[in-house]
């Protein structure tokens, strides 16, 4: 299949690499058009200089940016990838944005007989390196999807269609607020231990094995004892994405109590210089909290 890739950050330039890989013709967009250029120096396929033109010589076109503005750069306007995609043709938006822009964006394709696909990806830098990213997707036409889902093969270990267009993006959302907080208790945990004189490389091999356990503490417990918060999505991302979450709370009518006051924890975290840092830093404010 001739698929368009638009966004080559550190998640989008390896899930193009796998597309490629994988036998598809890809196209690939980028704002930085020499990053574009050297993708394609190392990994085949076409660079072009807009998104239209993306949208005019593929099947399906994938976004990868970093949020709602950057989706709609890309793909609205007369040089977006939607006034280039011919009829029959798909939007994927992989972003993680709001339920809101799906529903926009669904409505527009359908107004130029355009599939579309809301689904934000989980499993950060590395699951994007390994090919083995899960895949939540929202989509108004199980027909539309059954076309795409080999496609997403090719960097997927889990994909599903949750619902109509905004479905993926609220899955994602309730991905965030289950890491904001499983990050937020593994802090105070390790940090616990620290403080009672317990190893804590050996508290986490033994209560890993039960109820305890978690992804977190599985790839960042040790990295979090020992000051290390270079690894996977960082805090200013997290903020964005739990912006999101809280937006569409006020819609529903859900309590995030929780999840607030850890994404006040990941401001202080900011405040100390942290933007950049992993998640997994909240660690950081217990053991090293201001004087």
């Known amino acids: ?3 368009g890739f638009c966004g080559l950050g550190v998640m989008g330039s390896p899930m193009a690499r796998h597309l490629a890989s994988k036998g598809h013709d890809v196209v690939v967009y980028n704002r930085n058009t020499e990053k574009a250029k050297n993708w394609v120096e190392k990994n085949g396929g076409s660079f072009v200089l807009t998104p239209r033109e993306v949208g005019e010589q593929c099947d399906v076109v994938m976004v990868c940016v970093g949020n709602d503005n950057d989706v709609r750069s890309i793909v609205l306007g007369a040089d977006g990838a939607l006034a280039g995609l011919k009829n029959g043709t798909v939007l994927v938006d992989h972003t993680t944005a709001s339920a809101t822009l799906a529903r926009e964006l669904s409505a527009a394709c359908t107004a130029k007989s355009v599939g579309f696909i809301d689904a934000p990806v989980s499993g950060g830098q590395a699951g994007a390196e390994n090919g083995a990213l899960t895949v939540m997707c929202g989509c108004d036409d199980q027909k539309v999807f059954d076309r795409v889902r080999p496609v997403f093969d090719a960097y997927a270990k889990a994909c599903q269609r949750m619902g109509v267009a905004g ?8 991905n965030q607020i289950c890491i904001a907080g499983v990050v937020s208790g593994l802090a105070e945990a390790l940090n616990f231990a620290m403080r009672a004189g317990l190893d804590a490389d050996q508290v986490v091999e033994v209560i890993s094995k039960g109820a305890a356990q978690s992804w977190q503490m599985e790839n960042r417990s040790k990295t979090m004892v020992r000051d290390q918060f270079e690894f996977g999505f960082a805090v200013e991302w997290m903020r964005k994405d739990l912006g ?4 569409e709370a006020k819609n529903s009518g859900a309590d995030l109590t929780m999840t607030k006051l850890v994404d006040a924890l990941y401001a202080r975290v900011i405040e100390m210089g942290g933007a950049r840092w992993d998640t997994s830093s909240l660690m950081k404010l217990l053991t090293h909290p201001k004087k």
């Open 1 to 3: 299949m001739k698929v």
């Open 167 to 174: 479905a993926g993006q609220l899955t994602k959302m309730v």
């Open 244 to 247: 999101i979450c809280f937006d």
